[in-house]
Protein backbone atom coordinates (compact mmCIF):
# COMPACT_ATOMS: atom_id res chain seq x y z
CA UNK A 1 0.00 0.00 0.00
CA UNK A 2 2.21 2.65 -1.06
CA UNK A 3 0.10 5.28 -0.98
CA UNK A 4 -0.40 4.86 2.95
CA UNK A 5 3.41 4.94 3.31
CA UNK A 6 4.99 7.74 5.89
CA UNK A 7 7.23 10.98 4.87
CA UNK A 8 9.13 12.06 7.60
CA UNK A 9 10.76 15.40 6.58
CA UNK A 10 13.99 16.09 8.97
CA UNK A 11 15.46 19.58 10.02
CA UNK A 12 19.43 19.61 8.32
CA UNK A 13 21.30 21.96 11.34
CA UNK A 14 21.81 21.14 14.81
CA UNK A 15 18.55 17.78 13.90
CA UNK A 16 21.08 15.68 10.89
CA UNK A 17 24.09 17.88 10.62
CA UNK A 18 26.37 19.04 13.35
CA UNK A 19 26.70 22.79 11.35
CA UNK A 20 28.41 24.63 14.28
CA UNK A 21 32.17 24.35 13.33
CA UNK A 22 31.31 24.99 9.68
CA UNK A 23 29.41 28.33 10.48
CA UNK A 24 31.70 29.19 13.15
CA UNK A 25 34.78 29.07 10.75
CA UNK A 26 32.72 30.71 7.66
CA UNK A 27 31.31 33.56 10.36
CA UNK A 28 35.18 34.24 11.35
CA UNK A 29 36.63 34.22 7.45
CA UNK A 30 33.38 36.74 7.01
CA UNK A 31 34.80 38.74 9.71
CA UNK A 32 38.21 38.77 8.17
CA UNK A 33 37.18 39.50 4.85
CA UNK A 34 34.83 42.64 5.86
CA UNK A 35 36.56 44.04 8.63
CA UNK A 36 33.43 43.51 10.60
CA UNK A 37 33.78 42.11 14.19
CA UNK A 38 31.40 39.20 14.42
CA UNK A 39 31.03 36.78 17.48
CA UNK A 40 31.18 33.36 15.86
CA UNK A 41 31.37 31.73 18.96
CA UNK A 42 27.92 33.05 19.51
CA UNK A 43 26.12 32.85 16.31
CA UNK A 44 26.84 29.49 16.64
CA UNK A 45 24.65 28.97 19.50
CA UNK A 46 21.92 29.99 18.24
CA UNK A 47 21.59 28.31 14.69
CA UNK A 48 17.83 27.52 13.03
CA UNK A 49 16.70 31.01 12.38
CA UNK A 50 17.56 32.42 8.64
CA UNK A 51 21.17 33.74 7.86
CA UNK A 52 19.75 37.52 7.40
CA UNK A 53 18.04 37.08 10.76
CA UNK A 54 21.59 36.73 12.31
CA UNK A 55 23.86 38.91 10.40
CA UNK A 56 21.44 41.81 11.28
CA UNK A 57 23.11 41.45 14.57
CA UNK A 58 26.52 42.85 12.85
CA UNK A 59 25.94 44.73 9.66
CA UNK A 60 23.46 47.47 8.81
CA UNK A 61 20.36 46.61 7.62
CA UNK A 62 21.49 47.37 3.73
CA UNK A 63 24.05 45.67 3.52
CA UNK A 64 22.59 41.97 5.03
CA UNK A 65 21.72 40.67 1.31
CA UNK A 66 25.10 41.70 -0.14
CA UNK A 67 26.34 39.80 3.09
CA UNK A 68 24.03 36.96 2.99
CA UNK A 69 25.50 36.42 -0.87
CA UNK A 70 28.72 36.60 0.10
CA UNK A 71 28.53 33.89 3.16
CA UNK A 72 26.57 31.64 0.58
CA UNK A 73 29.99 32.42 -1.75
CA UNK A 74 32.12 31.33 0.59
CA UNK A 75 30.17 28.44 2.66
CA UNK A 76 31.20 25.62 0.22
CA UNK A 77 34.98 26.05 0.94
CA UNK A 78 35.46 26.20 4.43
CA UNK A 79 31.92 24.84 6.14
CA UNK A 80 31.29 21.68 4.07
CA UNK A 81 34.15 19.78 4.96
CA UNK A 82 34.18 21.12 8.90
CA UNK A 83 30.53 19.60 9.57
CA UNK A 84 30.00 15.88 10.93
CA UNK A 85 26.72 14.15 11.00
CA UNK A 86 25.13 14.53 14.48
CA UNK A 87 25.13 11.14 16.35
CA UNK A 88 22.54 8.72 14.66
CA UNK A 89 21.49 10.61 11.82
CA UNK A 90 22.21 7.98 9.15
CA UNK A 91 20.27 5.14 11.44
CA UNK A 92 17.61 7.81 11.56
CA UNK A 93 16.88 8.29 7.85
CA UNK A 94 17.46 4.35 7.68
CA UNK A 95 14.78 3.97 9.99
CA UNK A 96 12.37 5.58 7.79
CA UNK A 97 13.29 3.53 4.69
CA UNK A 98 13.21 0.23 6.86
CA UNK A 99 9.98 0.97 7.48
CA UNK A 100 8.86 1.59 4.03
CA UNK A 101 8.73 5.21 4.52
CA UNK A 102 10.40 8.09 2.51
CA UNK A 103 12.70 10.49 4.60
CA UNK A 104 12.61 14.61 3.08
CA UNK A 105 15.15 17.25 4.39
CA UNK A 106 12.86 20.68 5.00
CA UNK A 107 15.54 23.56 5.96
CA UNK A 108 16.06 27.66 6.43
CA UNK A 109 19.44 26.36 4.72
CA UNK A 110 20.40 27.90 1.82
CA UNK A 111 19.43 24.94 -0.87
CA UNK A 112 22.56 24.52 -2.66
CA UNK A 113 24.60 24.01 0.46
CA UNK A 114 22.19 22.01 2.27
CA UNK A 115 22.58 19.71 -1.18
CA UNK A 116 26.46 19.94 -0.23
CA UNK A 117 26.34 18.71 3.36
CA UNK A 118 24.18 15.33 2.36
CA UNK A 119 26.28 14.53 -0.69
CA UNK A 120 29.41 15.01 1.24
CA UNK A 121 28.08 13.15 4.59
CA UNK A 122 26.63 10.48 2.33
CA UNK A 123 23.07 10.90 3.79
CA UNK A 124 20.78 10.63 0.67
CA UNK A 125 17.39 11.65 1.86
CA UNK A 126 14.47 11.43 -1.22
CA UNK A 127 14.04 15.08 -1.24
CA UNK A 128 15.81 18.37 -0.22
CA UNK A 129 13.99 21.23 0.18
CA UNK A 130 15.62 24.56 1.47
CA UNK A 131 15.10 28.43 2.37
CA UNK A 132 12.36 28.00 4.70
CA UNK A 133 11.98 28.93 8.05
CA UNK A 134 9.48 27.72 11.43
CA UNK A 135 5.74 27.92 9.71
CA UNK A 136 7.07 28.14 6.18
CA UNK A 137 8.30 24.51 6.32
CA UNK A 138 4.51 23.84 6.43
CA UNK A 139 4.59 24.60 2.69
CA UNK A 140 6.77 21.82 1.89
CA UNK A 141 5.57 19.16 4.13
CA UNK A 142 2.41 19.55 2.97
CA UNK A 143 3.41 18.92 -0.09
CA UNK A 144 5.36 16.08 0.37
CA UNK A 145 2.36 14.62 2.62
CA UNK A 146 4.71 14.30 5.76
CA UNK A 147 3.21 12.89 8.67
CA UNK A 148 6.10 13.51 11.12
CA UNK A 149 8.77 16.39 10.86
CA UNK A 150 12.11 16.01 13.33
CA UNK A 151 13.63 18.76 14.32
CA UNK A 152 15.83 21.07 17.07
CA UNK A 153 14.05 23.93 17.25
CA UNK A 154 10.64 25.66 17.94
CA UNK A 155 10.61 27.23 14.70
CA UNK A 156 10.18 23.04 13.98
CA UNK A 157 7.91 22.43 16.43
CA UNK A 158 5.67 25.58 14.77
CA UNK A 159 6.59 24.42 10.78
CA UNK A 160 4.87 20.79 11.71
CA UNK A 161 1.78 22.31 13.72
CA UNK A 162 1.63 24.49 10.95
CA UNK A 163 1.01 21.51 8.67
CA UNK A 164 -1.00 18.98 10.73
CA UNK A 165 1.97 16.74 11.31
CA UNK A 166 3.66 14.94 14.29
CA UNK A 167 6.14 17.34 16.05
CA UNK A 168 9.18 14.73 17.32
CA UNK A 169 12.00 17.26 18.79
CA UNK A 170 15.44 16.25 19.67
CA UNK A 171 16.83 18.78 22.55
CA UNK A 172 20.37 18.66 20.44
CA UNK A 173 20.28 22.45 19.35
CA UNK A 174 19.78 25.39 20.89
CA UNK A 175 16.55 25.07 22.42
CA UNK A 176 16.32 22.53 25.54
CA UNK A 177 13.65 19.59 26.09
CA UNK A 178 11.43 22.10 28.34
CA UNK A 179 11.04 24.83 25.61
CA UNK A 180 10.27 22.37 23.00
CA UNK A 181 7.56 20.82 25.21
CA UNK A 182 6.46 24.43 26.07
CA UNK A 183 6.12 25.25 22.37
CA UNK A 184 3.94 22.30 21.46
CA UNK A 185 6.54 19.49 20.66
CA UNK A 186 4.43 15.99 20.34
CA UNK A 187 7.30 13.82 21.51
CA UNK A 188 10.96 15.49 22.20
CA UNK A 189 13.72 12.96 22.08
CA UNK A 190 17.45 13.15 23.58
CA UNK A 191 19.03 12.75 20.23
CA UNK A 192 18.14 10.79 16.99
CA UNK A 193 19.61 7.80 18.81
CA UNK A 194 16.19 7.82 20.23
CA UNK A 195 15.04 7.55 17.03
CA UNK A 196 14.53 4.62 14.97
CA UNK A 197 13.04 2.85 18.51
CA UNK A 198 10.76 5.55 18.83
CA UNK A 199 9.40 4.62 14.89
CA UNK A 200 9.02 1.06 15.40
CA UNK A 201 6.33 1.72 17.78
CA UNK A 202 5.06 4.84 16.07
CA UNK A 203 4.03 2.82 13.15
CA UNK A 204 2.26 -0.01 14.29
CA UNK A 205 0.39 2.77 16.35
CA UNK A 206 -0.70 4.18 13.55
CA UNK A 207 -2.32 1.01 11.42
Known amino acids: MAHMALTVGFDLDMTLIDS ?31 LAEELINWFPAEEIAAM ?12 ITATPAM ?30 H ?30 VYVGDHVGDVRGARTAGALSVAVATGPCPAEELRAAGADVVLTDLTE ?13
Not at 119 to 147: C, F, N, S, T, Y
Not at 200 to 205: K, Q, V
Request: with cysteine; net charge neutral.
Open 20 to 50: RPGIRACYQALSERTGTYIDADLAVTRLGPP
Open 87 to 116: TGAREAIAAVREAGGRAIVVTAKYEPNAKL
Open 118 to 147: LAHLRIEPDAVIGDLWAEQKAEALREHDAG
Open 68 to 79: ADLYRAMYPAIA
Open 195 to 207: FPRWLSDYRPARA
